[in-house]
């Protein structure tokens, strides 16, 4: 299966930045893609941070691995934290 991966960067409540990558099937559409990063920052807190093509980019194309493919099957999405992502919960 392949899999699209936007790079993403949104600033964080306590000034930082929190990078992560959006890993989804490819084909899906720009506004679900901005639901589910929406989704993963209200779990870790940051509700209402901007999240929009200025803060999420289309990056690549890549072959999706078992963990994509079951996350995709559970919740239609993957994420990849990458830097700022450990944030206590505000």
């Known amino acids: 299966m392949q899999a699209a991966v936007f790079d993403t960067y949104v600033p964080t409540r306590q000034g930082g930045t929190m990078h992560f990558d959006i890993v989804v099937p490819q084909g899906t559409s720009f506004e679900l893609v901005s639901a589910y990063?929406?989704?993963?920052?209200?779990?870790?807190?940051?509700?209402?941070?901007?999240?929009?093509?200025?803060?999420c980019r289309f990056c690549h194309i890549e072959n999706a691995n078992t963990e994509m493919e079951l996350a995709f099957e559970a919740q239609g999405y993957f994420i990849i934290e990458m830097e700022g992502c450990e944030l206590p919960m505000v």
């Not at 990063?37 to 209402?48: I, R, V």
């Open 37 to 55: 990063g929406k989704t993963y920052l209200m779990g870790k807190g940051q509700s209402g941070q901007p999240l929009s093509s200025n803060e």
